[in-house]
């Protein structure tokens, strides 16, 4: 089975500096794709980026960039020249395609940003 | 933007009765999801819905839960007989069938569910 795994409960970042936040996942696919959503406080979860499994390149987002390291089976957010705005909880998440056509998300326990002026 | 909104905001209840919990998803969106988190632990699948029927769901997703979508907008969770364990946020997400955003689930702000 498929796990997600965020060790990084809590973090916090002083504005305008750089800040990584770390996944690391398991799962027997090659292909997949892995996410990065934000929530911040009593907003729903937003997706802040995304990368497919059989690109090598990693994605990026204007501030937001990832390190996916697929052999490792890491997948990292890293956030530049981080804003007031960014404090939220951050999740990780796995999405496999089932057979039905559902796409399911496997997602990590969060990592709670705060970002300190 | 469009988005997905959930209602209510925060449902307390006793245990053993039925609540329902009510998502409407993007508008033109086909996939619908219930997921839900415990505090303090992960976000966890409960149930995927398309063409009016579940496509797939976990083992939490055990006869006390239903889903339903009752009419052309709205898409609801019902637990029958709610237990202490079921104190969890709930989430709703949808996903378009079609376009480089189809695998892409969007999220409401969540459903708080107190149960006492």
């Known amino acids: 089975a498929q796990t997600v795994t965020q060790s990084q409960p809590e973090m916090s970042v002083q504005e305008a500096e750089t800040v990584t936040l770390s996944c690391t996942y398991d799962?027997?696919?090659?292909?997949?794709?892995l996410f990065w959503y934000k929530q911040p406080p009593s907003r729903q979860m937003i997706l802040v980026i995304r990368?497919?499994?059989?690109?090598?390149q990693n994605a990026t987002e204007n501030r937001f960039s990832v390190n996916f390291q697929k052999a490792a089976k890491s997948f990292s957010l890293k956030i530049s020249d981080s804003q007031l705005g960014d404090t939220a909880m951050y999740f990780c998440?796995?999405?496999?395609?089932?057979?039905?056509?559902?796409?399911?998300?496997?997602f990590g326990t969060g990592t709670r940003l705060k970002v300190l002026a | 933007e469009p988005e997905v909104t959930q209602t209510p905001s925060h449902q307390v209840t006793q245990m053993g009765q039925e609540v329902i919990l009510r998502c409407v998803p993007i508008?033109?969106?086909?996939?619908f999801y219930w997921y839900r988190q415990i505090l303090g632990q992960k976000v966890e699948f409960l149930v995927s819905?398309?063409?009016?029927?579940?496509?797939?769901k976990s083992e939490i997703f055990d006869d006390q839960f239903s889903v339903e979508r009752p009419d052309g907008s709205n898409f609801t969770l019902k637990i029958r007989s709610t237990k202490l364990e079921d104190s969890a946020m709930y989430f709703c997400?949808?996903?378009?069938?079609?376009?480089?955003?189809?695998?892409?689930?969007?999220f409401g702000a969540g459903t708080r569910l107190s149960v006492l």
């Open positions: 990368q497919e499994a059989y690109k090598q």
């Open positions: 819905f398309y063409n009016n029927e579940i496509s797939e």
């Open positions: 799962t027997s696919e090659n292909n997949y794709y």
């Open positions: 998440a796995f999405m496999k395609l089932y057979t039905s056509g559902t796409y399911k998300y496997i």
């Open positions: 508008s033109n969106h086909l996939y």
């Open positions: 997400a949808s996903r378009s069938p079609l376009g480089a955003s189809k695998n892409i689930q969007y």
